[in-house]
């Protein structure tokens, strides 16, 4: 049965949809061509020790299984740094009876764990951060807007790293490095030593992220290939020699307490802290050096977790990329490239209509009728639509070759690796691309009705036991 639609509609919405495909294409090749700065960690090994910078690393649990926080413990028990000169402090809600009672009991195990608590807001020791506030505008939050004054802040990871961040400047002053991770991150055993290299050349360190349990499910798959694509692809190249605005991904990254100090913070009334602070820290200077050595952690293993964890995500770079860039002092023309950092995965609901439009062009293609009829672009859409085609070869070529390359680090089987990328077909990543246009649409009517700021945890399950229990 022939399917009636009108044609000019149809063909308006294709050329349109052709149009957005090809500036998607622009932006992402804009970043490709952007200069990474990587960090040469080899050379870290060879200072003294009383060289190495003091490096404290938080580790914010909410509600954690046992397991999993036991499995990050041991990765960090291969740390190859100076005992010396670093601390891994847990810093768990105080009303989080269970989690603290569980990190007492790993404490008997793990010799090196500090503990934390985070009081509520109305308790004294949180008058060290009032204090800070108000006396630094760059905390513009805490100056100018709905959010001027308020203390309440609600119990999230956010609200752990103000909490241990200002009482230990009030302790030991600034002169060390904050590190955090989640409750599933397991780092390498060279991550401190990457970073005492890195801060010799940049201000800000960020290593990159891998799925260890990516042949777990189907959806774990594609989730783990989101971190194939950006984290290990694409994101490297914000660093940009700093001519770039960028973000930091939320783990595995690295700040000077003085400077973190002197810009203010974290801000705790973005949905996710990762892309505020990283582009504050940019707008004031700051370089942005990258860690190969990737972190190994969990992705969800359905894609309603999947999904649900996205919504945040999108929701924080939507508030980030508002009000807060003018008001960190960011230049007009600078937010314009910073907003670019969205773009590649807005453009992904485009496949929504692109893919029945094209599919209707092709219909009329074999029924041997002209898909564009008399319309006068005609072939301008045409020659687009195979531009279009070539480009989209062209970088599924790239990235699943980086896929491939990226596999090392947690599949040792040639075997599994060609299985993961058998997965992650194109026509898998295809349907997964416009199922990710739930999480946009989800996480931006969160933003519009100023959601999503209390932390709503992944559940994880000890998906990477056997990457803690390996040998060196």
Same mark, same amino acid.
């Given at each position: 049965m022939e399917i009636l639609i009108d044609p000019h509609s149809w063909i308006a919405i294709y050329a349109v949809c052709q149009i957005l495909y090809f500036l998607g294409f622009v932006v992402i090749f804009y970043f490709l061509v952007l200069p990474i700065d990587w960090v040469q960690a080899s050379e870290g090994t060879r200072r003294p020790d009383d060289e190495m910078p003091l490096i404290v690393m938080a580790y914010p649990v909410l509600r954690e299984d046992v397991a999993t926080m036991s499995s990050t413990l041991v990765s960090l028990g291969w740390l190859e740094y100076p005992r010396t000169r670093y601390r891994v402090i847990a810093i768990p809600n105080s009303d989080d009876t269970a989690t603290i009672a569980a990190l007492r009991r790993l404490q008997q195990q793990f010799t090196f764990l500090e503990i934390m608590e985070v009081p509520p807001t109305a308790d004294a020791g949180w008058d060290v951060v009032w204090r800070a506030w108000v006396a630094n505008p760059k905390a513009y939050w805490f100056h100018r807007g709905r959010t001027q004054g308020r203390r309440d802040l609600l119990p999230k990871k956010t609200r752990q790293l103000i909490y241990m961040f200002y009482t230990l400047v009030e302790q030991i002053g600034t002169d060390w490095v904050l590190d955090y991770i989640d409750a599933d991150s397991m780092p390498p055993p060279d991550h401190f030593a990457a970073a005492a290299e890195g801060l010799r050349h940049y201000d800000v360190l960020q290593a990159t992220n891998v799925a260890g349990n990516l042949l777990d499910s189907m959806p774990a798959s594609l989730h783990a290939f989101d971190h194939m694509c950006w984290d290990g692809f694409l994101y490297p190249h914000m660093s940009a020699r700093g001519q770039h605005p960028y973000y930091v991904l939320g783990k595995g990254l690295?700040?000077?307490? /003085? @400077? &973190?100090?002197?810009? +203010?913070?974290?801000?705790?009334?973005?949905?996710?802290? @990762?892309?505020?602070?990283?582009?504050?820290?940019?707008?004031?200077?700051?370089?942005? +050096?990258?860690? #190969?050595?990737?972190?190994?952690?969990?992705?969800?293993?359905?894609?309603?977790?999947?999904?649900?964890?996205?919504?945040?995500?999108?929701?924080?770079?939507?508030?980030? &990329?508002?009000?807060?860039?003018?008001?960190?002092?960011?230049?007009?023309?600078?937010?314009?490239?910073?907003?670019?950092?969205? &773009?590649?995965?807005?453009?992904?609901? *485009?496949?929504?209509?692109?893919?029945?439009?094209?599919?209707?062009?092709?219909?009329?293609?074999? #029924? +041997?009728?002209?898909?564009?009829?008399?319309?006068?672009?005609?072939?301008?859409?045409? #020659?687009?639509?195979?531009? /279009?085609?070539?480009?989209?070869?062209?970088?599924?070529?790239?990235?699943?070759?980086?896929?491939?390359?990226?596999?090392?680090?947690?599949?040792?089987?040639?075997?599994?690796? *060609?299985?993961?990328?058998?997965?992650? /077909?194109?026509?898998?990543?295809? *349907?997964? /691309? *416009?199922?990710?246009?739930?999480?946009?649409? &989800?996480?931006?009517?969160?933003?519009?009705?100023?959601? +999503?700021? #209390?932390?709503v945890r992944t559940e994880k399950f000890d998906a990477d036991r056997r990457f803690a229990e390996r040998e060196r």
């Open positions: 690295f700040y000077r307490a /003085n @400077d &973190l100090s002197e810009l +203010g913070g974290f801000n705790p009334w973005i949905t996710i802290e @990762d892309p505020e602070v990283g582009l504050r820290f940019w707008t004031n200077g700051r370089r942005l +050096g990258v860690i #190969a050595e990737p972190l190994i952690e969990e992705v969800p293993r359905t894609l309603v977790r999947g999904i649900i964890q996205r919504n945040r995500w999108m929701c924080g770079f939507f508030q980030s &990329l508002g009000k807060p860039l003018r008001q960190m002092g960011m230049p007009f023309w600078r937010r314009v490239q910073a907003r670019l950092n969205l &773009l590649p995965v807005l453009s992904l609901p *485009v496949n929504v209509v692109g893919l029945p439009t094209g599919l209707y062009a092709l219909h009329l293609w074999f #029924a +041997g009728g002209n898909p564009f009829g008399t319309w006068p672009f005609g072939f301008w859409l045409v #020659a687009l639509s195979v531009l /279009n085609i070539g480009l989209y070869c062209g970088l599924m070529g790239f990235l699943y070759v980086n896929t491939w390359r990226r596999t090392r680090f947690v599949l040792s089987e040639t075997r599994l690796r *060609v299985w993961y990328l058998v997965r992650v /077909n194109p026509l898998s990543i295809f *349907v997964y /691309n *416009v199922i990710w246009t739930i999480p946009i649409v &989800l996480g931006f009517v969160m933003f519009l009705a100023n959601l +999503g700021k #209390a932390w």
